[in-house]
């Protein structure tokens, strides 16, 4: 094939057999495709912050959780569905493009939903996701074509392509049944849980038929790193509300200035402590690893969203918005940073299999931070000045990292 043939059949997006792409794939990046339906999250994790931050604001603690939990669940599923799918299929066809398209809009429909699945929980009665799942419909219907036709095209992982669309399809009518009928709060909720299972189970049942799907260790992780920056734009987001509220509550004060470097700190220091996972090294080697890695990525990705919210929860405590006091504002960020370093260190333990004495020594130093942010919230220290301190948290892994962790890390790896 000529120089110019091969220019123009990679230029254009005529239908291309979906046989699965090789995992070994030199230079595997994100598309451009993937990185807009990356933006399609960008607002629902707005929608999702925003809606909690309101309610962690008011002091309605159950109507913050339950709302969140079930939100970063369904947000981050959707997310997860199609980013493998594409890691060992994504034949960047005109159909592809425009299945991806259609889970596109299903994304914005499940992002317009949230405020009702919020004020639903709120009310007490039930709780009406029906918009939320409008949306999930309109994107699994889209996965379900997807597997399907991988089926049809890729014969050597055909059962385990229709194991996908199986469970995906049967997980979705039991999401339909869970709002066409409703239910209390607490039958919904344990019902919730029980299709959480099915959901996880699925890609664990489809994955050991057929050697499993194709997709890419360094694609996968890159994917992963990408979800979370975005994620992270909750907490720029939260900084700037905090920042805007100090300005209109004080003006130009050193007091301003310390909101600003607390808030992008914290938001730059998560940013740096997520690098420090190894993922994309260990999966390339031990694939059966992905699914702790995956699942424990859903909560890392979550706590990131509501360590920006917390932030928010501060710019409303700031402009005498809120109806909490400091400690409960402080520890809107606090504890969600606590989670996600915690679940950091725990994924990075799973990752290598290697105990690290310096790990221990940085978490404890981590968990006097935290404390001593706590602390100083108790005795009545300003919001602006307790988030400073609790910025100091991520920066010890940080620097930890930067003087030991890293050659450590080096050596575990090269032990593997």
Known sequence: MSTSASVTKALHHHIRRMSGRDPQETHRVASSLELLFDLTFATCFAFAATQLAHALAAGHYSTALIGFAFAAFCICWAWTNFSWFASAYDTDDWIFRIATMVQMSGVLVLAIGLPRLFSSIEQGEHLDASVMVLGYVIMRVAMIFQWLRAAKQDPSRRRACITYAVSIAVAQL????????????????????????????????????????PW?????????????????????VGTVATLSAEMEHAGWTLETALACVAGVGITF????????????????????????????????????????AGLDVAANFIENKAHIGVLPALLASAIPLAIFLGLIYALHYFL???????????????????????????????IVVCLVILMLAPIITVVGYEVLGHRHQGEMLNSH
Do not use: C, K, N
Request: glycine fraction near 8%.
């Open 352 to 382: 290598v299999r290697r105990f690290d004495l310096l790990h221990v020594w940085l978490l404890i130093a981590t968990g006097i931070v935290i404390a001593t942010s706590i602390i100083a919230a108790i005795l009545g220290a300003s």
């Open 269 to 308: 220091g998560m940013w740096w402590v997520y690098s420090i996972l190894p993922s994309a090294h260990v999966l390339h080697t031990y694939r059966s690893r992905a699914f702790v890695w995956s699942y424990g990525q859903i909560l890392i990705i979550a706590s990131i969203v509501a360590t920006g």
């Open 174 to 213: 039991g999401w339909i049944a869970l709002f066409i009928f409703p239910m209390s709060i607490s039958i919904t909720i344990t019902l919730f849980f029980l299709w959480f299972l099915v959901e996880f189970a699925g890609p664990i049942l489809a994955e050991r038929r057929d050697g499993g799907t």
């Open 216 to 236: 890419h260790a360094e694609h996968i992780s890159e994917r992963y790193s990408l979800f979370a920056i975005i994620a992270l734009g909750e907490g720029l």
